[in-house]
């Protein structure tokens, strides 16, 4: 009996997480935006191909402060049968390269692009930050961040709403309404920064 408990409790999991990533095709874009103005754009692209589903994110942001700045980011992703199987992201400030991610799947587990294996990602990741764009989280606890190379807290702080805790102590908030992204608020280096579904 318990063996029995054991296995539906593993398909509902494996359920759960393979209905976080397999939403349907399509392209998103998000005004960003600080203080009330716009400051940026940010899209997010998603097709189904071949039994794969492929994710993309891309922002640019210009920054007026005593010199501007311009931060420009990309991730993309791609699953198959929920498991994350191949992620990238970049993320560069004036045109020098901040941060650098890239990580794919082998039989035995998650390695950089360097072939160097990753501690800490579990047998396989089923969910990660840039599904959260295209997926409420559901009954999922934590989240694995692309732009932080590891698995990061997630809270439901009600009815559609989610925060993401960052190793460095900011969070970003998710705001769903009938299971669609409709905001984020994020906390960064240059104060809180909000992207608006268009």
């Not at 560069?92 to 390269?97: E, L, P, Q």
């Not at 941060?99 to 950089?112: A, M, P, T």
Request: some cysteine; overall charge neutral.
């Amino acid at each position: 009996m318990r063996a029995f408990f054991s296995l539906l409790i593993a398909i509902l999991l494996l359920s759960s997480i393979c209905a976080f990533t397999c939403s349907k095709a399509g392209k998103t874009n998000f005004e960003v935006c600080k203080d009330n103005e716009k400051i940026g754009d940010l899209e997010t692209n998603s097709e189904l191909i071949s039994g794969y589903t492929l994710y993309s994110l891309s922002s640019d942001v210009e920054i007026d402060m005593l010199i501007d700045v311009h931060i420009s980011e990309r991730i993309s992703n791609k699953y198959e049968k929920g498991k994350l199987i191949a992620a990238s992201h970049s993320r560069t400030v004036n045109g020098i390269n901040q941060s650098s991610n890239d990580l794919r799947y082998e039989k035995d587990g998650y390695v950089s692009a360097s072939g160097k294996p990753l501690a800490n990602t579990g047998n396989w990741i089923g969910a990660s930050v840039l599904g959260l764009y295209y997926n409420e989280p559901i009954g999922l606890t934590a989240v694995y961040s692309e732009g932080q190379a590891c698995w990061i807290k997630l809270v439901q702080q009600g009815s559609g709403t989610y925060k993401a805790l960052l190793p460095d102590g900011k969070s970003t908030t998710f705001f769903y309404i009938n299971g669609q992204l409709q905001k984020v608020v994020s906390e960064t280096n240059w104060g809180q920064v909000v992207f608006k579904r268009r």
